[in-house]
């Protein structure tokens, strides 16, 4: 294979000469460099490096050279994977007003100045960063483990998504393809399916846990009292994490599926303070747990809080399986899913080109195809502008009349060609019988259905909370968001009544040194930067709890 091309455009020849060569000195040993000074032959150049299949990383253009907005856009439709950066004349005025719309409508992800100075104080870490993000969805992953199963099992949809959210690299073989029955055979033909393959080792239909083992992941716990529990790794549990480790808390951190919760499924989160360039939702995720590590924390992925009940002075949290957990306190931070959408015959296609949630493992797989959402809000713009790479058109349905979602997403994806928005549309039929083959769609107001072919549907519409595993005496509302400090009832009959004189802390629940943050909580603000919040509450919280005078 070719190496990967980075393309600078910019009509000023000692410019563009310099930064061809300061990029060539440290990123020549693994990236062919092409120069032009013409847009217009740039374009061209581009447009066959495509046809050839060869894979354009980055596309770095001076601003005024990129003229209009078009040119910009059909670099994007050329080659939807590549990066954009536009390079910017230091204290021009001009420039900076074309860079914010630039940067708004998504037409770029970055941008540098010119002059950039010494390259190594931000010329090569910008695109360094840059490649690094590009080289992980768009490079093939030596596999780390491989999955033989059903090809449209919901049990391996599920697996491959668990491991792209832990980092994993996966190579998912169905068990009926030629590849997929000599590695069977190789093995023996291994028990039930799915299995799951790691070096010379084999689980037939593992549990995550046994996953997790296999890999030598950290599911049992150190042992002893704790003084912090965390149950979840959202951003409101690694958040606490964090801080609670740093304060000198010894900290727990419990978490089923995979660090960064609802959000690690993000494929890019433009909005979070002091990421420019956006960065991924798993890759937030990873940060902030190497960061909680880093500061004494202690993680266990992939294991399930299944009970909590009080000790005398003390917490216990049961994990399935029967390990227990001593804690001096909890902090309840385990999220929510999102809600079933109720269409006839929808369930028995989950996993089946039927997902609820990004799946960005599944976008890949989807080129050249028609794929629909269900939703209006932010996590639903950030999988159809990612999906757009890859799917030939990418349809958002909307029940309502108008999206939810931030601005600069609208805005995003009201450029993208390949994206529709149908507003006052909702799902109403799914067909397929080994797949999904075609969903049925309804315009308010219209007595008939619109029948149309679809390669996948995502479905991310509203959510609940993940508070059943809870006891009774722990106060929710309705819908089972969990009451926090001022809303706990203290005056309420029954054994769910506050039992102390002093008022709840903040986001102390209704059992005293049990806590929640983020979106399990009543009211919570439904934002990444919200619960890393409330996990930097909930610390100082549980700090006061422990040290009263």
């Not at 491989?146 to 099992?153: L, Y």
């Not at 990873?286 to 917490?315: C, H, N, Y």
Request: with cysteine; proline share 5%.
């Amino acid at each position: 294979m070719s190496q990967p091309i980075l393309f600078l455009v910019d009509e000023d020849a000692a410019t563009l000469a310099s930064l061809a060569a300061v990029l060539e000195r440290r990123f020549g040993a693994d990236y062919r460099i092409l120069t032009e000074g013409s847009r217009a032959s740039a374009l061209d150049r581009i447009e066959e490096a495509c046809e050839r299949g060869e894979k354009i990383a980055l596309v770095v253009v001076d601003l005024s050279t990129s003229g209009s907005p078009d040119w910009l856009d059909r670099v994007r439709e050329l080659c939807p994977a590549a990066s954009r950066c536009v390079l910017v004349r230091y204290a021009d005025a001009s420039d900076y007003t074309r860079l914010r719309r630039t940067l708004a409508l998504g037409q770029a992800e970055t941008f540098l100045l010119k002059p950039w100075g010494h390259p190594e104080e931000r010329l090569y870490p910008v695109v360094s960063e840059i490649l690094g993000s590009w080289a992980r969805t768009s490079l093939p992953q030596p596999a780390i483990v491989r999955i033989v199963g059903e090809r449209w099992s919901p049990r391996c949809a599920e697996l491959r998504d668990l491991a792209a959210r832990n980092s994993v690299a996966c190579e998912f073989l169905p068990h009926d393809s030629d590849e997929g029955r000599r590695l069977l055979d190789d093995l023996g033909h291994p028990g039930r399916l799915p299995a799951v393959i790691f070096r010379d080792r084999v689980l037939n239909d593992p549990t995550n846990a046994e996953i997790a083992e296999m890999l030598g992941g950290h599911i049992e716990p150190d042992g002893g009292l704790y003084d912090f529990a965390v149950v979840g790794a959202g951003p409101a549990g690694l958040s606490a994490a964090v801080y609670g480790a740093a304060d000198g808390l010894r900290t727990l951190v419990i978490e089923s599926k995979a660090p960064g919760g609802q959000a690690g499924t993000s494929s890019m989160i433009r909005n979070y303070l002091g990421f420019p360039r956006g960065i991924s939702g798993a890759d937030l995720a990873a940060r902030a747990q190497e960061q909680g590590i880093s500061l004494g924390a202690e993680f266990l992925i992939m294991r399930e809080v299944v009970g909590l009940a009080r000790q005398g002075d003390e917490w216990s949290l049961t994990l399935a399986g029967s390990t227990a957990v001593r804690t001096r306190t909890v902090l309840v931070a385990s999220g929510v899913s999102y809600n079933r959408l109720e269409v006839e015959g929808l369930d028995a296609l989950v996993g089946k080109g039927v997902f609820y949630g990004a799946a960005t493992a599944e976008a890949p797989a989807l080129a050249g195809q028609d794929v629909f959402l269900v939703g209006a809000g932010n996590s639903a713009g950030q999988a159809a502008a990612y999906l757009a790479r890859y799917a030939s058109t990418v349809t958002l349905l909307v029940r309502s009349a108008s999206l939810s979602m931030s601005d600069y997403l609208v805005k995003q994806l009201r450029r993208l060609d390949n994206v529709r928005i149908r507003l006052d549309t909702a799902l109403v039929g799914v067909h397929g019988r080994l797949r999904l083959e075609a969903i049925e769609m309804r315009e308010k107001g219209k007595e008939t259905a619109e029948r149309i072919r679809a390669g996948a549907l995502f479905v991310m519409i509203g959510a609940g909370p993940h508070t059943a595993w809870l006891p009774t005496p722990v106060q929710r509302d309705p819908q089972g968001y969990i009451l926090t400090g001022p809303n706990v009832v203290r005056a309420a009959p029954g054994e769910s009544a506050w039992p102390l004189a002093r008022a709840p802390l903040p986001l102390e629940t209704s059992l005293p040194g049990v806590f929640a943050a983020g979106d399990v909580r009543y009211r919570a603000t439904r934002r990444v930067s919200a619960a890393v919040a409330d996990g930097a509450i909930a610390v100082r919280s549980v700090w006061d709890y422990l040290n009263p005078d």
